[in-house]
């Protein structure tokens, strides 16, 4: 009889994001029940619930470590801003916007690249800073980018409805929800991979009926 393969995505996702200590037993504990005939809904809610549960007893464990991890991933991010902010205000900036809007426009497709590079490296600094939680610590800062990001939902609620009715809204609909997802997604990705977090070996598997 053929074995079941388990989600590919939630073990990547198990394997990536299980904070502090973790035992290689518990992706194959999972794999095993469900190759025993657990459905994939079971399979992805165990990866989520033992995430979730992980991320919340290292937060809950190294609180202050977590309050300066999210210091330093917003104070480098705030050091992208203000050196932004200082290349505005010079006049070889304000030509090269004239000349070519498209790429050096205030929202043109450099500052984008660089945005995003600000994010990822801000959460590669939080992960090379806090080795030893790096994972922890990465999750700590995308969830607080995200949660800071959400200020502008009722603005994109009200741009959605524009958008149903009217095409022209839909582009800045989508850099909208494109700005609210991808900031914390690099400096996730930028996190992952600065990570060096040691596992330990000994960690009990969290398997809920």
């Known amino acids: 009889m ?21 035992n290689d037993s518990l ?7 469900y190759e025993h005939g657990r459905s994939r809904i079971w399979y992805w809610k165990q990866v989520l619930i033992a995430i979730a549960v992980s991320f919340y007893t290292d937060i809950r464990t190294h609180s202050l470590l977590t309050l300066r991890a999210l210091a330093t991933g917003w104070a480098a991010w705030l050091s992208y801003y203000y050196v932004k902010s200082w290349v505005f205000s010079h006049a ?31 959460g590669w600094l939080v992960a090379r800073l806090h080795r030893e939680h790096a994972t922890t610590m990465v999750l700590a800062f995308a ?16 741009l959605t409805v524009d958008a149903i009715g009217d095409a022209r809204y839909r582009f800045e609909l989508v850099a909208e929800l494109m700005g609210v997802i991808l900031p914390p997604v690099c400096s996730l990705l ?3 991979s600065g990570s ?14």
């Open 2 to 22: 053929r074995s079941r393969r388990a989600p590919a995505t939630a073990t990547w996702l198990l394997e990536r994001l299980h904070c502090g200590s973790r």
């Open 27 to 33: 992706t194959g504990d999972l794999m095993e029940e």
């Open 92 to 122: 070889f900036f304000h030509v090269l916007s004239f000349k070519l809007p498209l790429a050096f426009g205030h929202e043109g497709l450099v500052w984008w690249i660089l945005r995003l590079g600000a994010w990822g490296g801000s």
């Open 143 to 158: 969830t607080s980018i995200f949660v800071w990001k959400l200020q502008i939902l009722p603005w994109t609620c009200h």
């Open 190 to 192: 930028g996190g992952l």
């Open 196 to 209: 060096r977090a040691e596992r330990q070996p000994n960690a009990q598997p969290v398997i809920l009926s």
